[in-house]
Structure formats: C-alpha cells, structure tokens
C-alpha cells in the first residue's frame, strides 16, 4: 500500500500594540485555553470542501476526523488520573516541560489544529488596515511576509508548523517541531500565535504529494485575515 492509499484508507517589524486594542481571541484562548477535561473538538468553522481548490475535501475530513480527533481522545487518555487532569490547556501548555510526552504532543495537536482551523476560511482575500499596516511595518512589504513565512514553513525538516507570533511590539516568524507551539516553555519561537500553518505531511500529501512549497502557497488563498486581526489584537 503506497502512502496515498494509506491516508485514503483512514478516511473509510515593530507595530503598535495600543492601537490594535485589546480584543480576545473567542476562539482558541477563550475556549480552547481555558478548557480542562475532558478536552472536546469544537465544530468546523466550515464545510470539508469550503477550501477548495487550495485544500481538498478529503484532506480536511481526514485531517479534521481522524487526526484532531485522535489528538482530542489520547490527550483525555494521557490525563487521567494525573495531576493535569484538573488543570486547563492554558497551565498545561506553559509547563509542557513538566508533562509526558503524550500530553506535550496530544495537548500541542488539538490547540494547533483548534487554532488553524480559525485562521483559514473560503473565499478570502488580502490582508487589510491593522493587519496589513503591522506585516508592512515589520517586514516592509506583503510579499516580503509571505517569502519569510514560506521560509520557515518549508526548511521545518520533518513534521511541525510555520507561525506568525506577536511579542514585545513585534512580529516574528519561526517554526516549531511536531506539535509543539509558541505557548509552551520549550519553544524555541515563543509569543501569542497570529497564524500557523500545519506542514506536517497528512495536511497536504493527498493533493499535493510531496510539494510541499505547491501547498504553502496555495494556503494564502484561504487565509483568514480577519481572525488575524482578531489575534493581532489579542497580543
């Protein structure tokens, strides 16, 4: 069985912070950060196919039923019964040194696949106003930005994540390995997320095989600029 069919088969600068505000994030920092177990799978902002051409339909069922769901259940099994079961993502995150490794890589894929589900959508545009004034302060033009992040997301050897992270004033661009993310105390990149994209091969093989550069610039066509702005202004 080659690996299409296998994955087929699970189917069966510096900116402003005052000016941006101080909005939460609804989704991954209020619901997601604060949650304790048992830890669910929030809806699909969107249909499987609403990404389409850029990601397939069978992609992101798979991706969304099979793969997040997998990190939802063995994150609850690795918890319980330990001291974490009592703590929210939020604590967890912050002291994954302290935690097993099956609570670092399941905690680390559901509030990274939480978090990039809400930053793509269908039909989506250029980023605009806060945003777009914060990536041109920070890296001078758009295209800059994106040639920086595409950077990242294809030299991460292996599996892991490209982000856009706000700290201090700035955005900064870095990767992360597995599922590991700017939240927790091991990241060499840390920060509050503003975008991530997931590069770990099952985000993309079916439809793209191994082009990985084919898929990182497809993924501007469904980026949701405006929960961008929405974390811009978290941070």
């Known amino acids: 069985m080659n690996r299409i069919d296998f994955l087929r088969t699970l189917a069966g600068s510096t900116f402003a912070v005052g000016a941006l505000g101080n909005q939460a994030f609804a989704g991954s920092d209020n619901i997601i950060l604060a949650e304790t ?30 793969h997040h ?35 670092r890589n399941n905690g680390g894929g559901h509030w990274n696949h939480t978090f990039f589900w809400e930053v793509m959508g269908p ?8 945003v777009a004034d914060a990536i041109k302060a920070q890296f001078g033009t758009l295209d800059k930005f ?47 997320p503003v ?6 091969e099952h985000a993309y093989y079916l439809h793209y095989q191994n082009k990985r550069a084919d898929y990182i610039k497809a993924f501007w066509d469904v980026v949701n600029w405006d929960k961008v702005a929405e974390n811009l202004k978290k941070a």
């Open 146 to 192: 994106k040639e920086e992040f595409a950077k990242a997301a294809t030299t991460r050897f292996g599996s892991g994540w490209a982000w856009l992270v706000a700290k201090d004033g700035k955005l900064s661009i870095g990767s992360t390995p597995n599922q590991d993310n700017p939240l927790m105390d091991i990241s060499d990149i840390k920060g509050t």
């Open 37 to 66: 177990a048992p830890f669910k799978q929030a809806p699909l902002p969107y249909d499987f196919g609403a990404l389409e051409p850029s990601i397939d339909k069978l992609t992101m069922e798979i991706h969304y039923t099979k």
């Open 123 to 130: 039909k989506k545009g250029e980023p605009t106003g806060a």
């Open 195 to 200: 975008l991530a994209l997931d590069v770990w």
């Open 69 to 103: 769901a997998a990190y939802v259940k063995n994150l609850n099994d690795a918890v319980k019964g330990t001291e974490f079961e009592k703590k929210s993502l939020d604590e967890i995150l912050k002291t994954i040194g302290k935690a097993p490794a099956a609570i």
